[in-house]
């Protein structure tokens, strides 16, 4: 009999999902044993894995084929190690993690548009992006079938939304978001409330790094590597200092900044500075229960009271909007490989056969 084996796909802890391939014979009796739902190929089941009396999680499992299937599993240590070690009990040789997005040696399917959703599928860091990953498929069908019907000008506005919109791409590679500001003003608190909802375990496992300086908070369904920065004045103190240089050091790196004030304190030389410095970062007022003492008018800012979590979950949509996975529609044709950029950008260029090749 060929050999069965499990692979941890994601890296060790940080993420809101974690996902291991079964691969070989004993996947078929594996999920009758211990998933409480039927595994229809193709199609992303979720139910609860089982051994014997104990729960281990509550997984959307995905049959590949007869012969492999991926476990999205929520990412803590406990769960993970808990399932590779039952795999290996039920006979799975166990490995560890590899490479992504997947080799062409790993992958089954044969269409190309198929293989890239299969390579990508192990990224997948959150429910809302393995549904968006999977509908890609069907969305692109459904453009084969009516871009012929659509007039030229409709052609080329239809592919240049499909250009510009990276949600996809955000959903597979989690971006990074830098919290900075004074001491004091809330940064950590709020921190704390983006990660409240789902925060993962990380880096407690052995063999992962511990000058890790983010987590991945889970906001509305979008990944981010959220890192709370120590907080930024002008201090004498070379150790400080040294702090300091790594906060902006961080915050020129990220893809987002957010910019923390404080309602009950003006803004001084080095918060105006910061709002000069980074003039895309959104700006946000904390401690709203307490009386203002100036006027934030211009700043356009969010305001939260990070104690209370009020305001936090507008500010989680802001966060979501700018990496364009608010109200995500699942459905739309999106792209996530260099192959199917240039493939759009031809398209664009004139070429709108091309897109037969998506
Ligand atoms: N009243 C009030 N206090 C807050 C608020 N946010 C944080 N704090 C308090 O301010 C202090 C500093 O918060 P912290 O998150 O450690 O600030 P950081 O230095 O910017 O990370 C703590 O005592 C918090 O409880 C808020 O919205 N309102
Ligand atoms: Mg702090």
Redesign the pocket.
Same mark, same amino acid.
């Given at each position: 009999m060929a050999a069965s084996q499990a692979m941890l796909l994601t890296p060790p802890g940080a993420a809101a999902i974690a996902v291991v391939r079964l691969t070989g014979p004993r996947v078929e009796p594996f999920l009758r044993e211990h998933f409480n739902r039927p595994t229809p190929i193709g199609r992303p089941v979720h139910g609860l894995l089982r051994d014997h009396e104990t729960i281990l999680d509550d997984p959307v499992i995905l049959r590949i084929n007869d012969l492999s299937a991926d476990l999205n599993l929520h990412g803590g240590p406990w769960v993970i190690h808990s399932v590779m070690e039952l795999a290996g009990r039920e006979g799975f040789e166990l490995q560890n993690h590899l490479e992504l997005p997947l080799a062409d040696s790993m992958l089954d399917e044969q269409q190309p548009l198929l293989r890239e959703v299969e390579s990508h599928l192990p990224m997948v860091r959150s429910e809302l992006g393995l549904r968006a990953l999977l509908a890609q498929p069907g969305a692109w069908r459904d453009v084969h079938n009516s871009f012929v019907h659509l007039s030229h000008d409709q052609q080329k506005s239809f592919i240049q939304h499909c250009l510009d919109d990276r949600a996809l791409i955000h959903l597979l590679s989690p971006p990074t978001v830098a919290i900075i500001? %004074?001491? &004091?003003?809330?940064? %950590?608190?709020?921190?704390n409330q983006l990660f409240a909802r789902k925060r993962s375990i990380t880096a407690d496992l052995p063999g992962t790094t511990r000058d890790w300086v983010g987590e991945i908070a889970d906001i509305d369904g979008l990944p981010v590597l959220l890192v709370?920065t120590a907080?930024i004045r002008r201090t004498p103190d070379p150790l400080e200092r040294a702090a300091i240089d790594q906060s902006h050091h961080q915050a020129r790196s990220a893809d987002l900044v957010l910019i /923390?004030l404080n309602a009950a304190v003006a803004p001084d030389e080095h918060e105006r500075q910061l709002l000069d410095q980074y003039p895309l970062a959104l700006r946000i007022i &904390?401690?709203?229960?307490?009386p203002f003492t100036w006027d934030p008018a211009g700043l356009h800012p969010l305001r939260? /009271?990070?104690?209370?979590g009020h305001g936090v979950d507008a500010l989680r949509h802001r966060i979501a909007a700018t990496f364009q996975c608010d109200d995500l529609e699942i459905p739309r044709p999106r792209w996530w490989t260099d192959r199917q950029r240039q493939i759009l950008l031809r398209a664009l260029d004139g070429h709108p056969q091309a897109l037969a090749e998506l």
């Open positions: 500001g %004074s001491p &004091n003003v809330g940064k %950590s608190t709020l921190a709370d907080g /923390i &904390n401690q709203c229960d307490r939260t /009271i990070a104690t209370t």
